[in-house]
């Protein structure tokens, strides 16, 4: 089987010249094309599906679209994925302005804009719901694009990348759109084998040249030093970076007092200024904090800073006003609109989740038109839109990740700093680290020199998935799908490894059985029977060295001050009078502080006894003695030594091997005496060679386990989660149930609980904020998973819903155990009264106010978990039973929440 970069240089000595459809879609272009997109563009003209993997910001998008022209050439239908809305609504504006507003539309879960048009702009979940759902716009589909694809890695949704990618009809050439990673030609070859032909194009060439920088005190340093072609480290930023820190150990010795050296790390205001002064604007700062993101720009604010002409300040207030003319005077004042605005006229914003979308929007839009020159960004910025500066700066090198602050990884570096060098406009782009006490030059060196980023698949099955699958293919079907998937093709990687070195174990042992072949008998017998000797002597020895201790330790506890006693063997051996017991009331053991005879203060602990110790002697000791003085122990030691006298003390008391008592050992000596093979000249030899095959038979038996502990682990959980199914009714055999049927109209994390919820009428009786208020627990998750404070909720009936529906999650979570599965979460009640008060009709400065478990809730995260939960609730109106009030009360509760800045749409 040829490999994807093997057919690829096939194919470019086949097809040299371009077809028509690439000349006229280079037309379109005022630029030349790259070599990478030209021969992606060619790849796809010539009936291959393609995977480019390129750094952000080289243009790989030029082959997606490529493809959207390609299919209006052909007369068929181009589908465009992106991972977020954001995305999906720029990617759905810049086809309108190129193929105008008939021939494009727009699926999200927010906007449905001409779903039927030949170009269609769509969140990768809708693609996967229109294949489950077998939609009838899947017709005459001919391409599908899937940009970020690299997204697959996602652990919370990378699943859903796979499923398009497995399920898509065979006739669809798929174009595959990543990141840079290092294994993209095993991506690749998993989307040959799935899809059909692909043709994998790597290209690791920056367009725009990046250079590397640390920032430290007022002073930027290049990061290396080129040498012969040859990149290392600049001496001159080890030399800086080393006398800052002896500085700052010095004054931290000196209690902090004293001159303020130019080393210390600079803070915001004086790294803007210094981005301005040397050219560098306009650049994004990567702060791991929404509050440091705000923090920054109200520091630049109150120092004064500038960065936009008059000019440019009428345009940033013209266009802010025109974007925001939609939300309500009263909401504005809420969420800071005048500082926002004069913090946009002054060339500065933050930018992270907690914003209302359509402030990110705006600041992306200024930053992207050139106006606005520093933005103070979360790392969610180097995922999202394309927004690119000539600057990036980085403060830390480590970052909060939900459970602990980690170090960035080489593929966040690269990243991040990816965002640097605007093609067409930049000559190179600028990476600056900025310099922290006990930040290491070679470190980040090594952050940025490398670029192994591989791609690592997250996909599960899930309840939704599996009700699907059976449903549309059958349970056998079912599965081999889902061994197609990128998760099993890794593992079988993995195993195909492991495979082969059971396979050289195996033959080994073939050897070592042949090499203890004895003429006189069978010694694999005769080494057994040794063996058996040898693991029971041992477990003897065990259980009597535990025996041992135990009555050492009890003996220890017995003592008392003033026993003679001796100690067996060690350092410590001699006689020695007990000062102190140093009975443990934590149970570690006696510890008793002794007088050597040596006239040395020594604390010994059980290990120093093998054998339980007994009292030889008693001595009284002085009420007043003290053991720091050597004229007082000496003179304990003598009168020690004067009542023992020249008393034959006798032997210390040793172990006794009680082996000899044991009637298997003896049974087995007597087997092993009997044996042929016992009397063999080579029997030494031979024993040898059977103790190497035991050994490697036991390592043998490990790699066996490893091997099927990975083969077919998707298949096992899905057969798992079927299981679960069958028992509460969703899955009779083969078929799918009228239930299943409405789970598998249920997309959401918690869809068994949301089923099983809507299955046990817990919801009827709810008025639609009610309503609201529980479905919000299945969506929303705290981003404080351990605060432990009592989240507020409605009283009444939703109350009582809410503790119905986790009793409910904890009798699934008991089956699910039973299964050998873990996947349901336990419902986050903490959004559900900041629901019920917007679906209430409580204004947005009350609702944000009173917050999150009493915490003040940003806008954007606000904004962001009311779409989600009124996503979830169209589904429920669409899966409930027949004869629901479910539907009626799902549809007021989204007609009582869509308002405010809730309803604004970003499509313009």
């Known amino acids: 089987m040829t490999t994807p970069a093997e057919r690829y240089a096939a194919f470019r000595q086949k097809h040299g010249d371009d077809g028509g459809a690439l000349r006229s879609f280079r037309g379109l272009y005022d630029f030349e094309l790259d070599d990478f997109q030209l021969d992606a563009c060619r790849a796809l003209e010539a009936g291959d599906g393609v995977l480019v993997a390129a750094p952000t910001g080289s243009g790989k998008t030029v082959v997606g679209e490529f493809a959207v022209h390609l299919a209006l050439e052909q007369g068929r239908k181009c589908f465009y994925t992106t991972p977020i809305k954001a995305l999906s609504n720029q990617k759905y504006n810049d086809l309108v302005k190129r193929y105008g507003t008939a021939k494009v539309g727009l699926l999200t879960g927010d906007n449905s804009v001409n779903g039927e048009a030949p170009i269609v702009v769509m969140t990768t979940e809708v693609l996967r719901n229109m294949l489950y759902a077998g939609s009838a716009t899947l017709a005459g589909l001919g391409f599908a694009v899937m940009d970020e694809v690299h997204y697959l890695a996602d652990r919370f949704r990378g699943a859903v990348w796979e499923e398009v990618i497995i399920h898509l009809p065979e006739s669809v050439r798929l174009v595959a759109l990543s990141a840079t990673v290092s294994n993209a030609e095993e991506f690749g070859e998993w989307l040959g084998e799935v899809r059909g032909d692909t043709t994998v194009i790597v290209d690791e060439h920056r367009p725009v040249p990046l250079w590397q920088h640390m920032m430290v005190g007022n002073r930027v340093y290049d990061m290396f030093m080129t040498d012969d072609l040859t990149p290392r480290i600049n001496p001159a930023l080890m030399r800086v970076t080393r006398d800052a820190e002896r500085l700052m150990a010095g004054r931290r010795g000196r209690g902090g007092y004293g001159k303020v050296h130019r080393s210390r790390p600079p803070d915001r205001v004086q790294v803007i200024e210094k981005l301005d002064s040397e050219g560098l604007l306009p650049a994004i700062t990567f702060i791991f904090s929404r509050a440091g993101c705000q923090a920054a720009v109200q520091q630049c604010l109150h120092a004064g800073i500038r960065l936009t002409t008059d000019r440019e300040r009428h345009e940033i207030r013209q266009l802010v006003d025109e974007r925001t003319a939609h939300l309500p005077d009263e909401d504005l004042a809420v969420l800071g609109y005048l500082e926002w605005r004069d913090c946009l006229e002054r060339g500065l914003a933050a930018h992270h989740a907690g914003m209302l979308p359509a402030f990110k929007e705006v600041v992306e839009e200024l930053f992207t038109r050139g106006l606005v020159k520093a933005v103070f960004a979360t790392e969610t910025l180097a995922l999202g839109i394309n927004m690119p500066a000539r600057s990036v700066v980085i403060e830390k090198l480590d970052k909060w990740n939900g459970e602990t602050h980690a170090d960035l990884t080489p593929g966040e570096y690269t990243q991040l700093t990816g965002r640097a060098g605007r093609r067409g406009i930049d000559v190179e782009g600028h990476a600056v680290v900025l310099w922290q006490p006990g930040m290491d030059p070679l470190s980040v060196a090594g952050l940025a020199g490398t670029r ?43 195993v195909v490894g492991l495979a082969k070195q059971l396979r050289k174990h195996e033959e080994a042992l073939e050897g070592y059985q042949e090499a203890m072949t004895c003429h006189l008998g069978d010694f694999p017998e005769y080494a057994a029977l040794r063996r058996r000797l040898s693991d029971r002597e041992a477990e003897l020895s065990k259980q009597r060295g535990a025996a041992r201790r135990a009555a050492a330790v009890r003996s220890l506890e017995a003592l008392q001050p003033g026993d003679v006693i001796r100690v067996p063997g060690g350092r410590r051996a001699g006689l020695a009078i007990v000062l102190d017991p140093g009975r443990n009331p934590r149970g570690h053991g006696p510890s008793p502080l002794v007088l050597t005879i040596g006239k040395q203060i020594k604390k010994l602990d059980p290990a120093d006894f093998p054998v339980p110790v007994e009292p030889l002697e008693k001595l009284r000791i002085p009420k007043n003695f003290n053991g720091r003085s050597p004229k007082e122990r000496a003179n304990l030691v003598s009168t020690l030594l004067a009542k023992i006298g020249d008393r034959d003390l006798g032997k210390p008391a040793r172990a006794r091997d009680h082996s000899v008592d044991d009637d298997e050992v003896n049974e087995l000596r007597r087997r092993i005496r009997q044996h042929p093979c016992h009397g063999c000249d080579e029997r030494e030899d031979h024993a040898r060679w059977a103790e190497r095959y035991y050994k490697l038979q036991r390592e043998t038996e490990g790699l066996r386990r490893r091997v099927e502990g990975r083969s077919h682990v998707i298949s096992r959980t899905f057969d798992r989660i079927c299981s679960v199914l069958e028992q509460l009714g969703y899955l009779d055999g083969e078929a799918v149930t009228d239930e299943g049927r409405r789970l598998g109209r249920l997309y959401t994390e918690l869809d068994l609980l949301t089923a099983e919820c809507l299955r046990g009428g817990l919801w009827e009786e709810l008025d639609p904020a009610e309503l609201a208020a529980c ?22 009936r939703a109350q009582d819903a809410l503790s119905s529906m986790i009793r409910l999650w904890g009798e699934l979570e008991g089956i699910e155990s039973d299964h050998g599965l873990s996947t349901i979460r336990e419902p986050d009640l903490g959004f559900a009264w900041a629901a019920f008060r917007w679906a209430k009709g409580h204004s947005l400065d009350a609702v944000l106010l ?18 989600q939960l009124m996503d979830l609730l169209g589904q429920l109106g669409n899966g409930a039973p027949e004869g629901s009030k479910i539907k009626q009360t799902a549809g007021k509760a989204m007609d009582a929440m869509r308002r405010g800045v809730v309803a604004y749409s970003s499509l313009t």
Do not use: H
Not at 479 to 485: A, H, Q
Not at 775 to 796: I, N, T, Y
Not at 851 to 863: C, R, S, Y
């Open 452 to 494: 192994t980023y591989p791609l690592r698949s997250s996909f599960q099955p899930s309840y939704n998935m599996a009700v699907n699958l059976v449903g549309q293919f059958g349970r056998e079907r079912a599965r081999t799908l889902l061994e197609e998937s990128f998760a099993q093709f890794q593992a079988d990687r993995a």
């Open 850 to 867: 009173e917050g999150v478990a009493g915490n003040e809730l940003a806008a954007g995260d606000f904004v962001r978990w009311i779409k």
């Open 775 to 796: 479905v919000s627990a299945l969506v929303f998750e705290s981003r404080q998973s351990d605060d432990a404070r009592r989240p507020k909720v409605p009283a009444g």
